[in-house]
């Protein structure tokens, strides 16, 4: 089938194909064939990084080298997940204030 057809449209399977779900992307990375590359200074931290990872049903290689800073940023990525910022709504023009005066919000903090 043509590229158009009928009255200009856009074949919409070819469209789909070459702008739609992405099938060739990476592994998500902590998983058995990505693990998380993580490093410690000393056995103590490393126990305790093994314990948080094992908690979060996530694969890690912790290395031991105490000439290093330690380096556990991808875990840090890993656990710390972003979250929505909400606000609470202003009142309107008549509605009470919302600092408790009893005033329309109008004549209190809307000037």
């Not at 779900?21 to 490093?39: D, E, Y």
């Not at 126990?47 to 080298?65: C, G, P, Q, R, W």
């Not at 609470?88 to 000037?111: A, H, L």
């Amino acid at each position: 089938m043509h590229d158009l057809y009928y009255k200009g449209r856009i074949h919409t399977r070819h469209n789909h194909i070459t702008t739609g779900f992405n099938t060739k992307r990476k592994a998500k990375i902590g998983t058995q064939k990505h693990p998380l590359t993580l490093s410690v200074t000393n056995e103590e931290r490393k126990i305790e990084v093994a314990k948080i990872v094992a908690e979060n049903k996530l694969y890690a290689e912790i290395t031991v080298d105490n000439t290093v800073e330690e380096d556990i940023s991808e875990l840090n990525g890993m656990l710390i997940k972003a979250t929505t910022t909400t606000f609470d709504k202003t009142p309107n023009r008549n509605e009470p204030c919302s600092c408790g005066s009893g005033k329309k919000y109008k004549k209190c903090c809307g000037k």
